[in-house]
Nanobody, 124 residues
């Protein structure tokens, strides 16, 4: 599985951004998918994850109510809609895939495939 993330950029606090992650290969529809982020000097953290069917999702406390993760299995694409962005959301955002995994996972080691990362910068 190869993952290509896009959609990052520089915005003002309160703005919105939408990230996309296109997957190659034929396992996307059977993969647990997630968005992680890593800010300078901090650990990489899972902000949202979505089960293969799209029914079950996970959000970190910081993402709840502001971010929405969704997927289009027909297009092999994962999305993250981010609203009401704050400076603390500044980080490199990575999409990740766990091929064949059914249960939600939020640890880095739960995922075997990673995109290249896309920078999100939120200024106050």
């Amino acid at each position: 599985v190869q993952l290509q993330a896009s959609g990052g950029g520089s915005v003002q606090a309160g703005d919105s951004l939408s990230l996309s992650c296109v997957a190659s290969g034929d396992t996307f529809s059977r993969s647990l998918m997630a968005w992680f982020r890593q800010a300078p000097g901090k650990e990489r953290e899972c902000v949202a994850a979505i089960q293969w069917s799209g029914v079950t999702t996970y959000y970190s406390d910081s993402a709840k109510g502001r971010f929405t993760i969704f997927r289009n299995n027909a297009k092999s694409t994962l999305y993250l809609q981010m609203n009401s962005l704050i400076p603390e959301d500044t980080a490199v955002y990575y999409c990740a895939a766990a091929a064949g995994r059914l249960r939600i996972g939020i640890r880095r080691e739960d995922y075997g495939y990673w995109g290249q990362g896309t920078q999100v910068t939120v200024s106050s």
